[in-house]
Antibody, heavy 122, light 108 residues
Framework: QITLKESGPRLVKPTQTLTLTCTFSGFSLSTSRLGVAWIRQPPGKALEWLALIYWNDDKRYSPSLKTRLTITKDTSKNQVVLTMTNMDPVDTATYYC??????????????WGQGTLVTVSS | SYVLTQPPSVSVAPGQTARITCGGNNIGNKFVHWYQQRPGQAPVLVVYDGGDRPSGIPERFSGSKSGSPATLTISRVEAGDEADYYCQVWDSSSDSWVFGGGTKLTVL
């Protein structure tokens, strides 16, 4: 059974850097074809894909946010870390991580973590 | 950037059939995935690759494998199906994963 759980600060100040950790079990990112994605959802709004990392360290970023995002993995700890710089109140959202796979064209997100709400406020 | 268009809301009586559409440029040539998100919960995959169901998802949930727009069909709708539904594809032009704006399904 695959499970994922997000962790990180619940409150960050504007201009600060957000660091979120996704800790997962039931699979390994040393296994070919697997990956982990980050997706966010502002309160009352739609889902937005942010970033994705594959088993081979191939990384993809949302074109609109790529200058602010960094995704890394620690295979030994079964963790994926997302950092987002220069946080703004509009970045207030629930942040999810999810299991995925190649090929990208068929890439779906299943399952998802429970999500963590991050509020950006001074 | 690639845009997926969903109706904001769909309403249906219990026992009836709900159809939720997802439109996008050349969507008939893409693999479309559908997620159900109940209030306060994380999204759950209900249909993938257009028309396949993950294990544990009732047969009442089905999807169109081809054509435009993509459609999620929920037969014999139950009160527990009330949720937001999102479609998702991968856009090769931007090498990014895209979600629709979501559709709120209300069971009358």
């Amino acid at each position: 059974q695959i499970t994922l759980k997000e962790s990180g600060p619940r409150l960050v100040k504007p201009t600060q850097t957000l660091t979120l950790t996704c800790t997962f079990s039931g699979f390994s990112l040393s296994t070919s074809r697997l990956g982990v994605a980050w997706i966010r959802q502002p309160p009352g709004k739609a889902l937005e894909w942010l970033a994705l990392i594959y088993w081979n360290d191939d990384k993809r970023y949302s074109p609109s946010l790529k200058t602010r995002l960094t995704i890394t993995k620690d295979t030994s700890k079964n963790q994926v870390v997302l950092t987002m710089t220069n946080m703004d109140p509009v970045d207030t959202a629930t942040y999810y991580c999810a299991h995925t796979h190649v090929p990208a064209a068929k890439g779906k997100f299943d399952p998802w973590g429970q999500g963590t709400l991050v509020t950006v406020s001074s | 950037s690639y845009v997926l268009t969903q109706p904001p809301s769909v309403s249906v009586a219990p026992g009836q059939t709900a159809r939720i559409t997802c439109g996008g440029n050349n969507i008939g040539n893409k693999f479309v995935h559908w997620y159900q998100q109940r209030p306060g919960q994380a999204p759950v995959l209900v249909v993938y690759d257009g028309g396949d169901r993950p294990s544990g998802i009732p047969e009442r949930f089905s999807g169109s494998k081809s054509g435009s727009p993509a459609t999620l069909t929920i037969s014999r709708v139950e009160a527990g199906d009330e949720a937001d539904y999102y479609c998702q594809v991968w856009d090769s032009s931007s090498d990014s994963w895209v979600f629709g704006g979501g559709t709120k399904l209300t069971v009358l």
